[in-house]
């Protein structure tokens, strides 16, 4: 009866996401007047701006990634060694942005990116808040994403940290003369692998879906670029969101089989060992 109660929920659950994306294949090749064809595919890459706005998508989740886990893993870590009781302190302020609307929050980047011109334009700071705005590379909005990661980045970096013996690690890298830096990446961070992947492909898949934030600061991203091409043309904005939907798959795909081939080659020593 338990097989068939969860063979009924995977029924259930694989028609309710495979019918939308089926039925917006359909909608992309099955074309009025022409039938079945691929031309709103073979239009993608040459669509203005597609590769422009993904490879920028793809720059800032890069950075938001590297920014977020240099935020996150040390206070992760410290947190669980020196000071256990700032933990739930921590769990707060990582959990803050769940709180905050995106609105809300470009709101607030956006009054300090008018503010900060009009009162420091006398100091260097005022090249500061130009060069955070720079169109080719807006890392106002990896400072953005960042704050908008840290609950998913905490939580699986926290689930991480649960299942390792953190502090003998650190003690015995220390033991052999390690500095923490050099304990933290060598004796730590191997043990997080399986956290750190899931952490970066949950940032890496929150910035390549973000619209609000980007679109409110006027920047075009890979989000807002596909927004933008659906009033041109649909069915090509309806392929840009599946071929991005497969994408995200295969960086899924390929971070997952990454992680398993750094742990395989552990597994199998060990059994030769034995």
Partial sequence: ??????????????????????????????????????????????????????????????????????????????????APRLRPVLEVVCTLPLVVPPVALTAGIGTVLRWGPEKLSTTPLFQTFVAVQNPEFPFVLVLAYAVMALPLVYRALDAGL??????????????????WPRALVSAVLPNLRGALLNASFLTLALVLGEFTVASL??????????????????????????????????????????????????????????
């Fill in 217 to 274: 600061l006027g920047f075009q991203p890979f989000a807002v670029w596909i927004v933008q091409a659906s009033g041109a043309d649909a069915r090509l904005s309806v392929a840009v969101s599946l071929l991005s939907l497969l994408l995200t798959w295969v960086l899924l795909l390929a971070l997952t089989t990454l992680g398993n081939r750094r742990r395989t080659p552990r597994t199998s020593q060990g059994k030769t060992s034995r």
């Fill in 162 to 179: 649960r299942s390792v013996d953190v502090r003998t690690l650190m003690e015995a890298a220390r033991d052999c003369g390690a500095s």
């Fill in 1 to 82: 009866m338990a097989r068939l109660n969860r063979s009924l929920i995977l029924l259930v659950a694989g028609v309710y996401f495979l019918v939308p994306l089926l039925a917006s294949a359909v909608f992309t090749v099955d074309i009025p007047g022409e039938g079945l064809t691929l031309s709103s595919y073979t239009r993608i890459f040459a669509a203005p701006g597609f590769t422009g706005s993904l490879l920028l998508s793809l720059g800032l989740a890069v950075a938001a990634v590297a920014l977020v886990l240099l935020i996150t893993i040390p206070a992760a870590v410290a947190a669980r060694l020196g």
